[in-house]
């Protein structure tokens, strides 16, 4: 059975004949007759041969009707470069259809006789060949899903809102119902409803899905997360780790491997990745994945606590960072002698369908005595809902049973099947020709921003006192769309050492802000904090926003009006500090924070008093350092769990932390990368971490508005910043 897409409106493209009136009555009789037909919209087009405007605007087409003498092969061969499966009609004599029968072959290209007397049986032929391809192109899963849930079935079993139907029992349920539509509760599906299989088995359509993905994907398995890639992440970590193990971490890890460190008792060693002064998260140096290295931590950590440890099977790398900086996954692959490598993927679900990303993720190599897993988050810049995700696995050794123990530790027994749908609808996109498309106009997109960018910078540093905005990019872009590869020593990425094995992500934009320049302090500078809260006013979220650089990621839902709408509010921004506007007129949504410290101050004194407090405490050095140094690990995250889940702990002010053993992780937001792990210490070594720390909170307190979220430091009753620690007070 398949989906009926009846109830949706479905375009219809025609191209009617002009210049023979016996052709055009035959397509106005077929179309007079599609009338009846009211889920069908009917557009008519100018000339087939321009054809092209019409598939990059309507996605919605699902057939297109010609007269083959107009527009011949050309019009067909423009269809099929962008969308092969579309069904496509000709109107022809049976000689040009025999001729293109014989190029084309097996085609969906159709051809209808000009006889007013089958109009009948045109639209009969149209209208299978339309369910066809909506079958065609829906994957299996997906497929079912919309199909079960028109079937209007009685349930006795769970979900309680039974379709919906219990919401519509009360005005407050009813306003939610009619907020979200009737299917979305239609497909929210028990377990119990056999059809569909299980995703905690990998039965039926579910099995059909992750199969199917993972051809997408290629990789060898695909297993559907209905609870985000931080829980794809503990899946694939604790099915690698048994207790005593010594694992390889990427430092620079999300906090959810944190989270699997303190549930398992193993023996962490750490890699250390690089940041420039922006505090834009680099990669780990290459010399860090040798085994000699990975040797060398492993005999410091065996002597600090008196026992031997194995040499790790099992590392995590994380891979994009956050800000888009991309490893040679190859070189990883070769270079470590570890035969479980995970890669944190999360921010790269896309990475596999276009080809400038071939050897910056894991799939994209071939290591038979390797088994590589890589997690993807779908929702993040795919088209999928919230909490969607995957776990993708190659690999000969891989043992799928011992897997499934670990996926079911984690997997609730009552998953949301329209996240399982649109996880399956996010890689069916991105599948052949269409999917190519997607990925190359985001990548155009984000070329033609920086371009844009660029230019209006050389504009105004053509101009006394001018400034504008600058962006992570080499110096000259070459109109060539690629990964922006780095070498060594290089000024546009601030990196140190050898970075040959790294390159930047296009699509992950950071734009930088006046106050550094080559790795020292401007006299002028507009603090990135700024431009963040008149960008949120504005209704446009920024990713992540640093002392002097905002991150902006060009995903695939980005589009040219969204690019020019931050291209004019950026512009509306330098107008507006550039004519020095009150802080009441330009950031009224800081104002309201404190009218009274905010009531006399204006754009360019707000921004030159954090400038100069950013000077003053040295923010961007300190930032530089403390994500440059480790604590002293003094037990392993596992034992320190141990000792918070029993209430060993005590209250100490954050000016005070330093040789005291921390309980809780601490990262500062954004961007949720843990400074300190639950277990270490703040040691003279490491003390610019506390530095760090308490120049931000000092920072928060100056400017009403400004504060920074800190995860592990809590305040007290007198608003005064602590940690809790290991052992008595």
């Known amino acids: 059975d398949h989906y009926d897409e009846s109830h949706f409106m479905?375009?219809?493209?025609?191209?009617?004949p002009k210049s023979n009136d016996i052709k055009n009555?035959?397509?106005e009789d077929l179309l007079t007759n599609f009338r009846p037909y009211t889920d069908y919209k009917i557009i008519e087009g100018e000339d087939p041969k321009k054809v092209l405007p019409y598939l990059e605007i309507n996605p919605r087409l699902c057939c297109i009707l010609y007269d083959f003498e107009e527009g011949g092969l050309e019009t067909y061969e423009q269809i099929q470069a962008i969308h092969y499966e579309l069904p496509v009609f000709a109107f022809a004599d049976n000689h040009a259809e025999l001729e293109v029968n014989l190029k084309t072959l097996k085609s969906n290209l159709h051809f209808l006789n000009y006889r007013t007397d089958q109009s009948e049986a045109s639209i009969e032929r149209i209208l299978s060949s339309i369910k066809e391809y909506f079958s065609d192109i829906t994957p299996p899963f997906t497929n079912a899903l919309m199909h079960y849930s028109t079937q209007n079935n009685y349930s006795y079993c769970t979900p309680g809102h039974a379709d919906g139907s219990a919401f519509l029992k009360s005005p407050l349920g009813t306003l939610f119902y009619d907020f979200f539509g009737p299917n979305?509760?239609?497909?929210?599906?028990?377990?119990?409803?056999?059809?569909?299989?299980s995703l905690l088995d990998h039965s039926g359509k579910f099995k059909e899905a992750e199969e199917y993905i993972a051809k997408q994907y290629g990789s060898d398995y695909c297993y559907i997360v209905t609870n985000g890639s931080s829980t794809a992440n503990k899946i694939i970590a604790m099915h690698n780790m048994s207790e005593g193990d010594t694992v390889l971490i990427d430092r620079n890890s999300h906090k959810s491997i944190?989270?699997?460190l303190m549930m398992m008792n193993v023996y962490p060693i750490y890699l250390l990745p690089s940041r420039n002064l922006y505090g834009i998260i680099g990669g780990i140096s290459q010399e860090q994945f040798t085994t000699k290295n990975i040797e060398k931590k492993l005999s410091l950590l065996s002597k600090k606590i008196n026992k031997p440890l194995s040499f790790p099977n099992y590392a995590v790398i994380t891979n994009s960072t956050y800000d888009g900086v991309l490893y040679d996954t190859n070189f990883i692959n070769k270079t470590l002698d570890i035969n479980n490598v995970h890669f944190d993927a999360a921010w790269i679900p896309y990475a596999p369908f276009s080809e400038i990303y071939q050897g910056h993720f894991g799939l994209s190599g071939d290591y038979p005595n390797k088994i590589i897993y890589e997690n993807y988050s779908s929702h993040k810049l795919l088209a999928a809902f919230s909490q969607s995700a995957t776990i993708q696995v190659k690999g000969a050794k891989f043992n799928r049973n011992t897997f499934s123990d670990s996926y079911m530790m984690h997997a609730s027994t009552s998953p949301f099947y329209p996240i399982v749908a649109s996880t399956e609808t996010s890689a069916a996109m991105m599948n052949g020709q269409y999917g190519k498309r997607i990925m190359e106009d985001t990548l155009k997109e984000s070329f033609s921003f920086r371009q844009e960018i660029q230019r209006l910078r050389e504009e105004n540093e053509a101009q006394a006192d001018g400034w504008f905005y600058n962006i992570l990019q080499p110096d000259t872009l070459d109109g060539k769309i690629n990964c922006f590869s780095m070498k060594e020593n290089e000024n546009w990425h601030g990196y140190n050492g050898d970075v040959s094995h790294l390159s930047l992500d296009p699509i992950k934009i950071t734009l930088l802000m006046p106050g550094l320049y080559e790795g020292s302090y401007d006299e002028f500078g507009i603090?990135?904090?700024?431009?963040?809260?008149?960008?949120?006013?504005?209704?446009?979220?920024?990713?992540?926003?640093?002392?002097y650089s905002l991150l902006f990621l060009f995903g695939i839902g980005s589009d040219r009006s969204k690019s020019l709408k931050l291209l004019n509010e950026l512009t509306g921004f330098k107008t507006a500090f550039?004519?020095?506007?009150?802080?009441?007129?330009?950031?009224?949504?800081?104002y309201q924070e404190a009218p009274r410290f905010y009531k006399k101050l204006t754009i360019q004194d707000l921004a030159e008093k954090i400038h100069r407090i950013y000077i003053e405490h040295d923010l961007c050095n300190k930032m530089y350092s403390a994500y440059g140094s480790l604590p002293s690990m003094e037990m392993t995250p596992y034992q320190a769990r141990q000792k918070i889940v029993n209430g060993n702990v005590y209250k100490v002010p954050l000016a005070d932390i330093k040789n005291h053993v921390l309980s809780e992780m601490i990262l500062p937001y954004p961007p949720g990368i843990p400074l300190v792990l639950p277990g270490e210490k703040i040691t003279n070594e490491s003390e610019s971490i506390l530095d760090f720390l308490i120049t931000l909170c000092k920072i928060g307190d100056e400017f009403p508005g400004f504060e920074t979220s800190i995860h592990g430091i809590n305040f007290d009753e007198n608003n005064q910043p602590f940690a809790l620690c290991i052992g008595d007070p």
Do not use: R, W
């Open 578 to 590: 550039d004519a020095n506007q009150k802080i009441e007129k330009i950031l009224p949504n800081v």
């Open 25 to 27: 009555s035959v397509f």
């Open 10 to 16: 479905k375009t219809i493209l025609a191209f009617i």
């Open 258 to 260: 944190t989270h699997v």
């Open 184 to 197: 979305i509760f239609k497909a929210d599906l028990s377990v119990s409803m056999d059809d569909l299989g």
């Open 527 to 547: 603090p990135a904090c700024l431009l963040a809260k008149y960008l949120e006013y504005k209704s446009i979220v920024v990713e992540k926003t640093g002392p």
